[in-house]
């Protein structure tokens, strides 16, 4: 089956603690993406990955670092979560070409930095 | 820079028909996209409609694009509870392949 799957699905961590947030596609796709959802503001990008080994900033980049080192994968790292942290995430990816770009969304990870 | 609003809230009755808009900035889009979140669960692609259209239909779905006011509305036909979700506008960016620019959502509750 075709998807993307991000983990944890829930985490709950404290001020300073760095953790990683995975996601992983099977789709062979190029481009992936991550994103925060904040109540009234939508989806920001955060980082996104043209292909491996070629990330560039999104949107919100501060705070954050990402690696692409297999084209499946695109974890997203916080080095020193803070409280402004506390969001829902969501991993994407779609092929960079052949529009249109249908951007295939993993389940979200839901972030509370306490 | 690229920009796309929508209200953040709409409340039909169920039987009712929808509409949800949106406004975009970035004349050059290829095409523009609606995104459907249902609760707890991540983005799924809705429909979507190339920038030389006027207007998609697809069953209960009509979206409708007028280019000159850079606008862009989804109408929901018959809305149902299961309808009931967050929807999304997107704009694809010129020559930045797989790159789209989200508006805020808007938040569709239907009531029985």
């Known amino acids: 089956e075709a998807q993307v799957t991000q983990n944890p699905r829930y985490l709950i961590t404290v001020t300073g603690k760095k953790l990683t947030v995975t996601c992983s596609q099977n789709m062979n796709h190029e481009y992936m993406s991550w994103y925060r959802q904040d109540p009234g503001l939508g989806l920001r990008q955060i980082y996104y990955?043209?292909?491996?080994?070629?990330?560039d900033k999104g949107d919100v980049p501060e705070g954050y670092k990402v690696s692409r080192k297999e084209k499946r994968n695109f974890p997203l790292i916080l080095e020193s979560p803070s409280p402004n942290q506390t969001s829902l995430y969501f991993c994407?990816?779609?092929?960079?070409?052949?529009?249109?770009?249908?951007?295939?969304f993993g389940p979200g990870t839901r972030l509370t930095v306490t | 820079g690229e920009d796309v609003e929508q209200s953040l809230f709409l409340s039909v009755r169920e039987g009712d028909s929808s509409v949800i808009n949106c406004t975009y900035t970035?004349?050059?889009?290829?095409?523009l996209y609606w995104y459907k979140q249902e609760p707890g669960a991540g983005l799924q692609l809705l429909t979507y409609?190339?920038?030389?259209?006027d207007m998609k239909q697809d069953q209960r779905l009509t979206v409708l694009l007028n280019k000159k006011d850079k606008h862009l509305s989804l109408r929901i036909a018959d809305t149902q509870t299961g309808d009931s979700a967050i929807y999304f506008c997107?704009?694809?960016?010129?020559?930045?392949?797989?790159?789209?620019?989200f508006g805020q959502g808007t938040e569709l509750s239907v009531k029985p």
């Open positions: 970035d004349s050059s889009s290829t095409y």
């Open positions: 990955s043209m292909n491996v080994e070629v990330t």
């Open positions: 997107a704009e694809d960016l010129y020559n930045q392949g797989g790159k789209l620019i």
């Open positions: 409609i190339f920038s030389n259209m």
């Open positions: 994407a990816s779609s092929p960079d070409r052949g529009e249109p770009y249908e951007q295939y």
